[in-house]
């Protein structure tokens, strides 16, 4: 399929797909490094960063997409770059790819502090929490969103804060104004992200415990990706939860 297909948009649920097998993929580098001149070249940098040092050849042209010197062919452009160049707008998954792929996060960090300067987009955040402290440089530009009129931004903002950061009590106020939700049964996905992101941050965010609780002992249905996060939180939480 990523040989004879490689410039469908039919290929991208696959391409989804194979970037959720991570290093298993591996044997397939050849083809991604390919589809990187198709049209969809934005969801091969998501393979081959899942995949990881094993995707080295892709390394270069990732690169060069992150920097804004070069792009996929008959591709459009997003923001302008460094020198005035206007770079692909999948250069945030080129970055994240290079990242994972090197271990090296200068590349990756460029991108973001330059994306700062003029507003970090939703998109960014869950990737920047992983870069975690060494992602400091973009904290200024993240602590407004901490009071976006989204939710989801709210989120994925108030988790990359902690990460980086480690300032859960900024972060967990908003987590658990986002958890609300499951008092009326209800689980929309920023509520169960931040079911997720406070098991993470664990002891810190033990005022989940109580609605978590009822989750779990309730005879409501809730969406099934939430029980399992719940249990992790309550977990993480320890007995603080129960002082």
Avoid: K
């Amino acid at each position: 399929m990523l040989v004879d297909s490689a410039d469908a948009e039919q290929l991208r649920p696959v391409l989804r797909a194979l970037a959720e097998w991570g290093p298993a993929v591996s044997p397939a580098v050849p083809e991604l490094v390919s589809a990187l001149a198709t049209g969809n070249a934005r969801w091969a940098c998501d393979v081959l960063g899942a995949v990881g040092a094993a995707a080295s050849p892709a390394a270069d042209i990732l690169d060069g997409f992150a920097r804004g010197l070069a792009r996929p062919p008959r591709l459009g452009g997003g923001a302008l770059g460094p020198g005035g160049v206007r770079r692909w707008h999948g250069a945030q998954n080129a970055a994240w790819a290079h990242w994972r792929i090197t271990s090296g996060p200068g590349v990756f960090l460029a991108f973001l502090e330059d994306a700062s300067s003029r507003g970090l987009a939703a998109a960014d955040l869950g990737r920047l929490a992983e870069l975690g402290p060494r992602a400091a440089g973009c904290a200024g530009a993240l602590r407004p969103l901490l009071e976006s009129p989204g939710p989801w931004t709210r989120v994925q903002a108030a988790h990359a804060w902690w990460s980086i950061t480690g300032d859960a009590e900024t972060a967990v106020p908003v987590l658990l104004a986002a958890l609300e939700p499951l008092r009326a049964a209800r689980a929309d996905e920023p509520c169960r992200a931040a079911v997720r992101y406070v098991a993470r941050i664990g002891a810190p965010a033990a005022a989940a415990a109580p609605l978590l609780e009822a989750v779990l002992s309730s005879e409501r249905c809730f969406p099934a990706d939430v029980y399992p996060a719940a249990r992790a939180a309550l977990a993480a939480f320890g007995d603080h939860h129960r002082r």
